[in-house]
């Protein structure tokens, strides 16, 4: 069975800060990993994803990579902003579209 | 870009009575939809997948005679929780995959008092 766990379960930096964030998961065998951002009683939005052939992906401030032999993946967020405050959720397919979600990364960015 | 709706954004129910929630795909249209729960503090855990004009598929643990799930078309997906009691309080979001990235809906707040 299929277990994604993220680290921090918290985490609070002043504006300006880089960061990074944890992704680990049991079975390499993935279709492809996706980081989504949930802002409190809101739905899902898709930041990244990135297939299971790929190492990484940009998007704005946003890196994220992939290590599907160690089951590992990381959100690199750069020079944080407030607005970057949420909880930050990595989730892997499996077969039959199967999504598992790690239980999250609140994030508070401090002005 | 592609969007998903719910509806509604939040409802507070007495015990025992039953609830409906719509998704919908706008401008699109989606064969498959997922169901998730997500109590508070914690991730989204998966109720069930359906498919335009089938049954839908349960996940362990999850009581189809309780969640009703249809997907009578290819915009609309709607999961009814009957005979709601107060530990069915909980966000509940739909997600498809119109291209490869998965999109969910804004979520709706149940609250079973």
């Known amino acids: 069975k299929q277990e994604v766990t993220q680290i921090p379960a918290a985490l609070s930096v002043p504006e300006g800060e880089n960061l990074v964030l944890n992704c680990s998961f049991t079975?390499?065998?993935?279709?492809?990993l996706q980081w989504f951002r949930q802002d409190p009683g809101k739905g899902l939005t898709s930041l990244l994803l990135i297939q299971s052939s790929q190492r990484e992906q940009t998007s704005g401030r946003l890196n994220a990579s992939l290590d599907k032999s160690s089951g590992r993946s990381t959100l690199y967020i750069a020079a944080s902003q407030p607005g970057d405050s949420a909880t930050y959720l990595c989730a892997v397919e499996t077969s039959g579209s199967r999504l598992t979600f790690g239980e999250g990364t609140q994030l508070t960015v401090n002005p | 870009g592609a969007v998903v709706s719910q509806h509604p954004s939040w409802v507070i129910c007495k015990s025992g009575t039953s609830v409906k929630i719509e998704c919908r795909s706008l401008?699109?249209?989606?064969?498959?939809m997922f169901w998730y729960r997500q109590f508070p503090k914690q991730s989204l855990m998966l109720m069930a997948t359906s498919n335009e004009g089938s049954k839908a598929t349960y996940e362990q643990g999850v009581e189809k005679d309780k969640f009703l799930i249809n997907h009578a078309s290819l915009t609309l997906s709607t999961l009814t929780v009957t005979s709601a009691h107060p530990e069915d309080s909980s966000f509940y979001i739909c997600?498809?995959?119109?291209?490869?990235?998965?999109?969910f809906g804004p979520g709706t707040r149940l609250t079973v008092t």
């Open positions: 997600s498809t995959s119109p291209s490869g990235h998965r999109i």
């Open positions: 079975d390499s065998a993935i279709y492809n």
């Open positions: 401008d699109f249209q989606a064969t498959t």
